[in-house]
Nanobody, 125 residues
Framework: QVQLVESGGALVQPGGSLKLTCTGSGFSRGSYAIGWFRQAPGKEREGVACISVGRDITDFLPFTKGKGRFPISRHITENTAGLQRNTPEPEDPALYYC????????????????WGQGTQVTVSS
């Protein structure tokens, strides 16, 4: 049975960094792409980024001028995927989830499954 556990959510201070980890179990290495998603209060869940078995990255968040992407990394040997941003954006506070999909990433979020419980990120003002 595939299980995912998110960790690393916390209160981030101004100038601090945001680093999340998704740890997977119950599946063999190289089976699933791992995606990160988030949901802020009163808003719909949105995709953040995804990394495939071959470590191809899909950025779900729009890349707008003056704002960087949300870097995602993957430790293939440990079935984990990390998400890190050195300078959190005002829209980053949310409940962050990870989920998996067979091998490749997709914009069809309904194809992801085995969602974790989420980890809360708060950015202090």
């Amino acid at each position: 049975q595939v299980q995912l556990v998110e960790s690393g959510g916390a209160l981030v201070q101004p100038g601090g960094s945001l680093k999340l980890t998704c740890t997977g179990s119950g599946f063999s290495r190289g089976s699933y792409a791992i995606g990160w998603f988030r949901q802020a209060p009163g808003k719909e869940r949105e995709g953040v980024a995804c990394i495939s078995v071959g470590r191809d990255i899909t950025d779900f968040l729009p890349f707008t001028k003056g704002k960087g992407r949300f870097p995602i990394s993957r430790h293939i040997t440990e079935n984990t995927a990390g998400l890190q941003r050195n300078t959190p954006e005002p829209e980053d506070p949310a409940l962050y989830y990870c989920a998996v999909r067979a091998r490749q990433c997709s914009w069809q979020f309904g194809e992801f499954h085995s969602w974790g419980q989420g980890t809360q990120v708060t950015v202090s003002s």
